[in-house]
C-alpha cells in the first residue's frame, strides 16, 4: 500500500502476489468493523492491485483471500510494516561500529506494531533483487521481495505470522541477469545435508543456570590461573556403536564428558570448530555457518545446555573461531551477491591456494561487522569462555604461503596486513569490554610481535599464543634415538630464551597426530611399548612443569597408538592396558599439582616463577630447574633424566636446606614404571652444587622425571 497519483487521480494503491487466491480483499482495520476494498486480479499467476480513490493516507490493513478450496484467510501484509531497522543501525554498520549486528541482521523473530513474526536483513549491495524464498512461500522469489535501504546495501522485509522452525534462503538476482540462491549468513540454525537451507531459530529462550560460573570467570586473572585445556573433536570423542556407530549428541556428551574433565583435573575443554560445515572431512575449519552451532549434534538449545552443564561443574568452554577464510561452496558468502563481497576479487589477495578457500577483505567494514558479531555472538548467546583463532598467521601476512609475484603489498610496500591486524585488535578489544574473563587465544606460527600485548600497548590483544616453536623443538628431541639426545641438548632449553616474550599456553594439538605424523605414544622411540609409554610419561611431566598453560589434544592423554581418525572414535579399549592407563594416571596426577601448588600458575608468565639449576649437563642428558610458587615451601625442583641410564648418587643444587619432598616420580610402579625412585623424599645437604649453597643427592630412574617440593627446613 502506497499513495498513488496519476494526472488529476490520486488515493492508495495496494498490490499483492497471492498464486493460491482467487479473490483479494483490503480490510482495514484502523478502526473497529473497518471497510474492505476489492482487489482485481490482473494475471492468471496471480497478481493483484486495487486503487482506494477515496482514502488519502496509508492505513493498518490485512490482506483478506478466498483460496480455490474455498477457505477464507486473513493476514497482515508484510509490506505494511515499517523497516525493522533504524537510520543509526544502518549507519553503524556500514560504518563498522555496529556491535549488535547478530541481533538486527539475519532472521530475528520480532513483534511490530503488536504483531508477531520474523524481520530478515541480509547484505548484498550489488544486488539488482533480492527476495526471501522458504517453505512457506513455496521457494517462490516472486512472493516476499525485499525492500532495499537505498545505499547502505541492506535489504529488509518483515513476515507476519511467521515462527521458528520455518526453512528459508535468499534468492539474489545479480547484475549478471541470473539469480542466486544463498543461506543467511547471519544465520543461527541449519538443516542437515542434502538441503543447506537456514532455519528460523529461537536463540534466547533457554534458561541459564551458569550465573555463578559467569561471576567467577568476570573476576578471576587468568594470567595467574591454572588454565589445562582438553582439546578435542565432538564427532570422534566416543560413538555409539548400538547406534550405526553415531557421535554423542551434545545433551549425552554433557553427562560423560563432565565426569571425564572433572576426573582428569582439567580446567577447560576445546571445542574445535562447532559453527556449521559442509564437509566433515574439514573438522569444522571451512565454515558456512558463522553464527549457528552444527546440526549433527543436535540443536543450538541443545549445544547451551552442554556449555550450561559444563559451567555448572566448574569447567570453562573455549571454541575454536575460524575468521581466516571460508570455503567456495555455492550457496554460503563466495560471490554473495553476484561480486566478491565478502572476499577480495583479486585472487592474490582473496584465495588460499593451500586450503582451496576464500580469504575475508578485512578492509571493508560490513565484513568486520559480520566477523566481530560472530565473535561476540558465541559469547553472548551460547555463553564460551575464550574463542581460540585459527590460522592467524595466515591473516597476519599477506605472503603466506606465497611465491614472489602471487601477493600484492600493502601500501607502505611491507608484507603485514594491516586491515586483518586491526581487525584482530578490535576483535579482542570487543570481546574483552562487552565479556570480562573471556580468553582470546591465537594459533600463531610466526615470531609477529605483541600477539599478547595489549593493544594499548601496540600488540594484537590476545590473552594467549599457542606456542609452537617449543613444540616443535621438543617433539624433535624426543623423536631421536637417547643415544644422540646428548648432541640436541639445546632443543629441550631454547625456548626459555623467548618464553617471556608472549603468554604462552604450551600445546600438543590435532595437527601432530594426523597425516602421518603419527600419534604422540608411537612417536616416541624404542620399543616394545612400555618404553614408549616411559617417554611419553616424561614428556609430559616436562610440559607440565615447564612455565605456560597446557593445552592437550583428546587422546593424547592415555596414550592413543593411532593417529586420530575425524570419523572414527578414540580407542578407549587401550585403557585396559597399564602403558596406556599409566600415562593418563601421570596426566590427571600433573593437572592436580597444577592446580594445587600455591603460586604455580602464576608463574607461567612471569620470569620470576623459573629458574635454571643446570641447563647444559648435555652429557648425561639431564636437565634441571626450579619453579618457584607464592612461598618456600611451594618451591618445586624438577629433574628430568632423558636416557634409560639409571643415574645412582646424581647430585643436583637446590636454593634450601630442609626435607623435599617427591610428588612426581613419572618411574613410580603406579604409573607402569619400574618403580626406581627415592623413596618419597630428600634432605638437602650442606654441599654446594650447580652455583647454590646446598643439594640433593638422588637416585634418577631411567627415561623418567622426579619432581620435589620443599618441606621447610630441618
Known amino acids: 500500500m502506497h499513495p498513488y497519483k496519476a494526472g488529476s487521480k490520486s488515493g492508495i494503491v495496494v498490490r499483492a502476489f497471492l498464486d493460491d487466491a482467487v479473490t483479494c480483499e483490503v480490510v482495514d482495520v484502523s478502526k473497529p468493523d473497518g471497510p474492505r476494498y476489492p482487489l482485481k486480479r490482473l494475471t492468471d499467476d496471480g497478481f493483484f492491485e486495487g486503487i482506494l480513490p477515496k482514502r488519502k493516507n496509508v492505513f493498518k490493513y490485512r490482506l483478506r483471500i478466498e483460496r480455490y478450496n474455498g477457505e477464507i484467510r486473513q493476514f497482515y501484509d508484510p509490506y505494511s510494516f515499517l523497516p525493522s531497522l533504524s537510520d543509526n543501525d544502518v549507519y553503524l554498520f556500514n560504518e563498522g561500529n555496529e556491535h549488535q549486528a547478530h541481533n538486527k541482521m539475519g532472521a530475528q523473530l520480532r513483534e511490530l506494531d503488536g504483531v508477531a513474526g520474523v524481520s530478515f536483513a541480509v547484505w548484498a549491495p550489488s544486488a539488482k ?166 546440526y549433527r549434534f543436535g540443536s543450538p538449545e541443545d549445544f547451551m545446555y552442554l556449555v550450561d552443564t559444563l559451567h555448572q561443574n566448574g569447567i570453562g568452554v573455549i571454541m575454536d573461531w575460524v575468521p581466516a577464510h571460508f570455503p567456495t561452496d555455492s550457496f554460503a558468502l563466495g560471490e554473495f551477491d553476484g561480486t566478491a563481497l565478502y572476499e577480495h576479487a583479486d585472487p592474490r589477495q582473496g584465495f588460499h591456494q593451500d586450503w582451496g578457500t576464500y580469504i575475508f577483505n578485512y578492509g571493508r567494514n560490513e565484513v568486520c561487522t559480520f566477523l566481530i558479531a560472530s565473535a561476540l555472538a558465541w559469547c553472548e548467546r551460547y555463553h564460551i569462555d575464550g574463542l581460540r583463532v585459527d590460522a592467524v598467521a595466515s591473516m597476519l601476512y599477506l605472503d603466506y604461503s606465497r611465491e614472489e609475484g602471487q601477493w600484492i603489498p600493502n601500501q607502505y610496500g611491507g608484507r603485514e596486513n594491516l586491515e586483518a591486524i586491526n581487525f584482530l585488535r578490535r576483535t579482542n578489544d570487543l570481546v574483552h569490554k562487552y565479556y570480562p ?118 587422546g593424547c592423554d592415555f596414550g592413543q597408538s593411532a593417529e586420530w581418525a575425524h570419523a572414527g572414535s578414540l580407542d578407549w579399549h ?46 648425561n642428558s639431564v636437565l634441571t630447574f626450579l619453579r618457584n610458587g607464592s612461598e618456600k615451601t611451594d618451591t618445586l ?78
Open 129 to 294: 533483487r533480492v527476495s526471501l524464498v522458504g517453505d512457506f512461500n513455496h521457494w517462490d522469489g516472486r512472493y516476499h521481495p525485499m525492500r532495499s535501504l537505498g545505499a547502505s546495501g541492506i535489504w529488509e522485509v518483515f513476515v507476519p505470522g511467521l515462527a521458528a522452525g520455518a526453512k528459508y534462503k535468499f534468492e539474489i538476482g545479480t547484475q549478471h541477469e541470473y539469480p542466486l540462491l544463498k543461506t543467511d549468513p547471519y544465520g543461527t540454525r541449519f538443516e542437515s545435508p542434502p538441503g543447506n537451507a537456514s532455519i528460523v531459530c529461537k536463540v534466547d529462550g533457554y534458561e541459564w543456570n551458569d550465573a555463578e560460573w559467569i561471576k567467577t570467570r568476570e573476576s578471576t586473572d587468568w594470567a595467574n590461573a591454572p588454565i589445562s585445556i582438553y582439546e578435542m573433536h565432538v564427532g570422534s570423542w566416543k560413538r555409539v556403536i548400538e547406534d550405526a556407530s553415531r557421535p554423542l549428541s551434545y545433551r549425552e556428551l554433557a553427562g560423560e564428558l563432565v565426569d571425564y574433565l572433572k576426573d582428569m583435573q582439567y580446567t577447560h575443554v576445546e571445542f574445535m570448530p562447532l559453527s556449521e560445515h559442509p564437509f566433515d572431512g574439514s573438522w569444522g575449519y571451512q565454515v558456512t555457518g558463522f553464527f549457528a552451532p552444527t
Open 574 to 619: 587401550l585403557l585396559q592396558y597399564m602403558d596406556h592407563e599409566g600415562v593418563q594416571k601421570v596426566v590427571r596426577d600433573l593437572n592436580r599439582i597444577y592446580r594445587e601448588i600455591p603460586g604455580l600458575a602464576a608463574g607461567d608468565n612471569r620470569p620470576d616463577g623459573f629458574e635454571w639449576i643446570n641447563a647444559s649437563d648435555a652429557d
Open 637 to 714: 625442583a624438577v629433574v628430568g633424566n632423558y636416557t634409560p641410564v639409571q643415574r645412582e648418587g646424581f647430585r643436583v643444587g637446590v636454593p634450601y636446606p630442609g626435607y623435599w619432598k617427591e610428588i612426581l616420580n613419572t618411574d613410580a610402579k603406579d604409573y607402569g614404571g619400574l618403580g626406581f625412585g627415592n623413596d618419597g623424599g630428600v634432605v638437602a645437604d650442606e654441599v654446594e652444587w650447580d652455583g647454590r649453597p646446598y643439594s640433593i643427592k638422588l637416585e634418577l630412574p631411567p627415561v623418567s622425571m622426579s619432581v620435589f617440593r620443599f618441606q621447610g627446613e630441618a
Open 437 to 554: 574473563g573471556t580468553l582470546m587465544i591465537a594459533e600463531e606460527s610466526t615470531a609477529f610481535p605483541g600477539v599478547t600485548k595489549p593493544t594499548s600497548e601496540g600488540g594484537l590483544g590476545f590473552d594467549m599464543k599457542w606456542n609452537m616453536g617449543w613444540m616443535h623443538d621438543t617433539l624433535e628431541y624426543f623423536q631421536k634415538d637417547p643415544i644422540y639426545r646428548k648432541y640436541e641438548h639445546h632443543q629441550l632449553s631454547f625456548g626459555m630464551l623467548y618464553q617471556y616474550s608472549e603468554n604462552f599456553t604450551q600445546v600438543f594439538s590435532h595437527d601432530e597426530i594426523v597425516h602421518g605424523k603419527n600419534s604422540m605414544m608411537m612417536k616416541m622411540p624404542g620399543e616394545p611399548m612400555s618404553n614408549k609409554a616411559r617417554q611419553l610419561r616424561l614428556l609430559y611431566a616436562f610440559m607440565w612443569m615447564w612455565p605456560g598453560k597446557k593445552t592437550l589434544f583428546m
